[in-house]
């Protein structure tokens, strides 16, 4: 839960450092330290803070617990603790820190579990990698005069990390610092010097230099006086404009705009909130935090809310940055309205939440929110991005800008809410718009889905999708189809091995579509459409395509690549003495094209050992030509019956589809050629309507020519078993020189 900051009050007699310590008994020594300005609100810390990304220090775990011993000289309200901390390269973890009553200078917690009742508060903080300041807040606690213990450990409170406390720091005076080593061991003092540990007030500085022109590294910008820390809260509660610049990096906890409307030029530097960043807490409304030129970081579990309590916004310019990790959160319009405008900017954070407040359930309405991504920006999200869940979501992704979310994204199905791609990019494994696909509006630009897609009523996209002109859908996963799919321009790739599937219809008639394979029931391609198969090991059973029905008109293409197709039932075509119908009519039209091959309307291949030479063509036969029989058969990974017909991408000659040239096409070809019949499978492999010395000429060129045999993904490789043995190396000219005198013989 998240609360605006404490109002600015006159500091307390006895707050300051100096008033909070006093002399150590003989068996621990500490040290005064100074009244300084810039840490007024701190009501101790143990070392001023060094140089931070360390990679060792005192050990910190849940066998390994640390502390230091503090005094307070009056009553003061404490309500969080830090630490100079850090982890090495293992996974995320946290610690926990525990506030502890003392009895004397030299008194140790009462339990080595702090499981007794001298423990007065305990929160929990996350390491960061390397090493950093990170302070969490608990429930205030109003202490008085007295001795107490600032310790930080693992294992208990739901802290479950190791890490370390970095020995790096210059420590004020002589801390008395404290150790557990396991649980079955007392705490005793340590000699591990420079480590830093903060504890804080209930306080805050507020900005009290000039609206415009002033300094953030200007102490006497600042209430109390003093450059704002790590540990320290934040607020502009005035209702003006503010303009302030940076001229170096910075820190705070908790920022809190109840009205100000801050600009930030930041200068290329760094602006470090440990706490959360609240702009928009109060009735009045109308705050708004600017910053341009410089980053803003967030690198523990916190949020980030433009729309807090009150209406807000947010605008980042001129290579901005908002880099937010360990599950950092950015909302836009939680309790209010909040607006988060991004140009020549970048925001990464875990979480992306607009319109909504994680502790209200989906419908209640709270705040609302609107976000603008716009050119060269891009929001990062490692988690999900929600929106909609409490109130009205309107997400504009415009040319040139980004919205990638790592895990998925949610769009809710609440009045008001709309995501737009206007131009720009979407990048999510999922996408859910929990059942109403109207909240996601594309008009245009690209969307990127890294998982499998489906499309159906229940889909993110719903049982309809039309790409046009200006949209680009990849998949990079397998996509689908158990609806209707159009493409009308546009470009769709599709990545997965399995290809565009299901039991759906689609139609292209502009653009391309890119598949590996693909399996419909039924597929329509007109106008300027293109359908390309990918290049691929064709080995793999799952690149052989399938569809009952398969209908190209106009200069629709069909380019099948170096795969197979099958068409169930379907109509292989004659010839009607003039050209080719059917199945075997577009494959004759993708290859006859003025004299360009393959460059034709119809079934098309765009293998250069087709295009450039006759090595290679398209081939096609029914089952029952190719296996002589009409039971089921396993061709290209698939069964196939005696009415199906087969279309493969094959050596030019393989009459019977089988990927090699040997006696049985040969068979074929000298067994059609007197009865004059037509068709690949008798032979006329140019698709000339006639069978004549070109088609041998092919066969004979062919077959010393060609290499393996064509894989069709049968079980042993090959559609059949060979009925006529490959001819010995001294028998094939024979073969060869027997065709070509006979051919001469037939054609003078």
Not at 102 to 111: E, Y
Not at 149 to 162: D, E, K, M, P, Q
Not at 377 to 394: D, M, R, T
């Amino acid at each position: 839960m998240h609360t605006a900051l404490p109002r600015l009050v006159p500091l307390r007699a006895g707050t300051r450092r100096s008033k909070l310590l006093a002399a150590a008994s003989a068996a621990v020594a500490v040290s005064l330290i100074p009244a300084t300005p810039a840490h007024a609100v701190l009501a101790y810390e143990s070392a001023e803070m060094g140089p931070i990304g360390q990679s060792s220090g005192a050990a910190l775990g849940s066998t390994s617990f640390v502390g230091v011993r503090f005094q307070l000289l009056s009553a003061t309200t404490i309500d969080r603790v830090g630490a100079h901390i850090g982890r090495g390269v293992q996974a995320e973890g946290t610690v926990f820190g525990a506030l502890v009553q003392l009895s004397g200078a030299s008194d140790f917690p009462n339990s080595g579990d702090l499981s007794t009742a001298d423990v007065l508060r305990t929160t929990i903080l996350t390491l960061p990698a390397g090493s950093d300041e990170v302070v969490e807040k608990f429930a205030p606690a109003t202490l008085a005069a007295g001795w107490y213990a600032a310790v930080f450990g693992s294992g208990l409170f739901g802290a479950s990390g190791s890490g370390f406390v970095p020995m790096n720091n210059p420590q004020y005076g002589t801390p008395s610092y404290i150790t557990r080593f396991d649980p079955n061991t007392t705490w005793q003092n340590t000699s591990n010097p420079d480590m830093r540990f903060v504890v804080g007030t209930a306080q805050a500085r507020y900005w009290i230099g000039a609206l415009s022109g002033g300094t953030w590294n200007s102490g006497t910008n600042w209430s109390p006086a003093g450059i704002p820390q790590a540990a320290e809260d934040i607020g502009f509660d005035v209702n003006a404009n503010y303009a302030i610049s940076m001229s170096g990096n910075a820190s705070f906890h908790d920022y809190a705009s109840e009205s100000g409307r801050v600009t930030l030029a930041m200068n290329g530097h760094t602006l470090t909130a440990t706490g959360d960043v609240i702009v928009g807490t109060a009735v009045v409304g109308g705050a708004e935090l600017n910053f341009q030129n410089g980053s803003l970081a967030v690198p523990a579990k916190h949020e980030m809310i433009v729309g807090g309590s009150s209406v807000a916004s947010m605008t980042l310019t001129n290579n901005a940055r908002i880099d937010g990790v360990y599950a950092s959160t950015l909302v836009v319009g939680k309790d209010s309205a909040g607006t988060l405008n991004l140009t020549d900017s970048v925001v990464n954070t875990q979480w992306g939440r607009v319109a909504e407040d994680e502790s209200q359930s989906a419908g209640v309405i709270t705040g609302s929110g609107t976000v603008n991504i716009n050119a060269n920006s891009w929001w990062n999200i490692g988690k999900f991005f929600l929106a909609g869940k409490n109130g009205a979501a309107v997400v504009n992704i415009n040319p040139g800008g980004s919205l990638l979310a790592d895990q998925g994204v949610k769009i809710y199905d609440s009045a008001g809410t709309q995501v737009n791609l206007h131009g720009g990019n979407i990048r999510t494994p999922s996408l859910d718009t929990t059942g109403n696909p109207s909240r996601f509006n594309w008009t245009s630009g690209m969307l990127e889905l890294t998982n499998d897609f489906t499309i159906s009523p229940s889909g993110g996209l719903g049982n309809s999708v039309t790409i046009s002109s200006g949209k680009t859908l990849y998949c990079d996963g397998n996509l689908t189809n158990n609806g209707t799919f159009n493409q009308s321009g546009g470009a769709t790739f599709v990545n997965g091995e399995n290809g565009l599937t299901g039991s759906g219809t689609t139609t292209v008639t502009g653009g391309a579509v890119t598949a590996l394979r693909i399996r419909q029931q039924a597929v329509s391609i007109g106008g300027a459409g293109v359908i390309a198969l990918t290049t691929s090991n064709p080995l793999a059973n799952s690149t052989t395509s399938r569809t009952v029905s398969l209908t190209i008109t106009g200069s629709g293409k069909l380019d099948i690549s170096n795969k197979k197709l099958i068409v169930p039932a379907g109509n292989e075509g004659t010839w009607n003495g003039s050209a080719y119908t059917g199945l075997a009519g577009l494959i004759a039209s993708g290859l006859n094209n003025a004299g360009t091959k393959w460059q034709g309307s119809g079934i098309v291949t765009s293998q250069t050992s087709a295009t450039l030479s006759d090595l290679t063509s398209i081939g096609i036969a029914t089952g029952l030509e190719a296996f002589g029989t009409n039971s089921s058969v396993m061709w290209g990974g698939e069964f196939v019956s005696g009415n199906s017909v087969l279309i493969a991408y094959t050596c030019a000659g393989d009459a019977n589809l089988d990927g090699i040239i040997n006696g049985d096409d040969y068979f074929q070809i000298d067994s059609a050629f007197p009865q004059q019949l037509h068709g690949w499978f008798n032979g006329d492999f140019n698709y000339d309507g006639v069978i004549d010395g070109d088609d041998y000429f092919l066969i004979d060129s062919n077959f010393p020519q060609q290499g393996p045999p064509v894989p069709t993904g049968s079980a042993d490789g090959f559609a059949r078993a060979i009925a006529v043995p490959e001819p010995a190396a001294g028998g094939l000219w024979l073969i060869g020189g027997c065709r070509l005198i006979a051919r001469r013989r037939r054609f003078r």
